[in-house]
């Protein structure tokens, strides 16, 4: 399970849990851009982020953006990748090139 959306001027991000995860990472950014990590959430935390800053500034709804999630699991003091989501993309809810009802070709 992975699912992304927006609420308002938030981007939700929520997951399943990894068995022996201890630690998952959100990433994400504006679409063209390097991801960057967002958020740290713990194994016991619930498997839900709410994003509302990209670049330490509110989300941009006129942009589209991009999030991952990689699950960790602590060994010997080492954090090692279990696993990681697939690339999740958005349209801006404000983005009008990406977002704006186009006719229909009927066939």
Do not use: E, H
Not at 8 to 27: E, F, L, P, R, T
Not at 86 to 102: F, H, L
């Amino acid at each position: 399970l992975f699912k992304v959306s927006q609420k308002g001027s938030k981007a939700v991000i929520a997951w399943g849990k990894v068995k022996g995860a201890d630690q998952y990472i959100v990433y994400g950014g504006y679409y063209g851009k390097k991801s960057k990590k967002l958020k740290t959430v713990n194994a016991g935390a619930p498997a839900t982020v709410n994003i509302t800053k990209l670049n330490g500034k509110k989300i941009n709804l006129k942009k589209n953006y991009k999030f991952y999630v990689v699950a960790y699991k602590n060994i010997n003091g080492k954090r090692v990748k279990l696993c990681k989501t697939m690339m999740a993309y958005i349209a801006g809810r404000k983005n009008t090139k990406y977002t704006k009802k186009k006719k229909c070709l009927s066939l």
